[in-house]
Every structure is written in C-alpha cells, then in structure tokens.
C-alpha cells in the first residue's frame, strides 16, 4: 500500500496541527497505522497506532492529553490532530501501514511493512 502523509507545517508553541496520512488501494483498511516521528540526530520514535477497524488506539506517553489519533476507512485516511504542541514535537512525522501488528510491537519501526514519506513539524518557541 502507497501511503501519503500531508498537513504539516510551522506553527508556535501551544498551537494545533493536523497531519493526515492516505492511500489509494482499499486494503488500506486491513492495515493498522502508526505515526513516528524523527527529529535531527534523534531515533525514529513511535507516536501513535490506530487498528484496522479504528477501535483500538496507543499513544505515547509523550502524546497522552495533546495528541488524538483517528481514521476514516471510507475515505482510506487516518489523521493525528496535534494540539499543545511544544518545541520537542519538532520532527519529520511518517505514517506507516502494518499487517501484523501486535501490542509488543506497536511501537517498533520494523513491525511496519509501509511507509509513507513523512511530512515535516515545526514548532517555535
């Protein structure tokens, strides 16, 4: 599956941003989605993982209470909508699309067959 992650940008502290990520084929809706995110000279870090049929959702510690993660397999897209935001979120944010995901895996890269290009955060201080 092709996946297209879009909607990042600049904004200031305490501000929202809405990334979004879609596809084309309609199996996206046999994948669960996660959001990772990369910040210069740091390692790829799991943000967020939605299921397949939208019930089941994680969220990192670091999003808890600021982050929301949600789909729309109609529309074969899932979108993180990012509130609070604070400089630290600053990084390349990727979705990506796994088959096989597992609670032990949901936060590891390698767990995730597909991956989208990954759209850029920024947040100013």
Not at 2 to 18: E, M
């Amino acid at each position: 599956v092709q996946l297209q992650a879009c909607g990042g940008g600049l904004v200031q502290a305490g501000g929202s941003l809405r990334v979004s990520c879609a596809a084309s084929e309609p199996t996206f809706s046999t994948y669960d989605i996660g959001w990772f995110r990369q910040a210069p000279g740091k390692e790829r870090e799991s943000v967020a993982r939605i299921s397949r049929d939208g019930r089941s959702k994680w969220l990192s510690d670091s999003a808890k209470g600021r982050f929301t993660i949600s789909r729309d397999n109609a529309k074969n897209t899932v979108t993180l909508q990012m509130n609070s935001l604070e400089p630290e979120d600053t990084a390349v944010y990727y979705c990506a699309a796994g088959s096989t995901i597992i609670i032990s895996t949901i936060r590891s890269a390698s767990a995730y067959q597909y991956w989208g290009q990954g759209t850029q955060v920024t947040v100013s201080s």
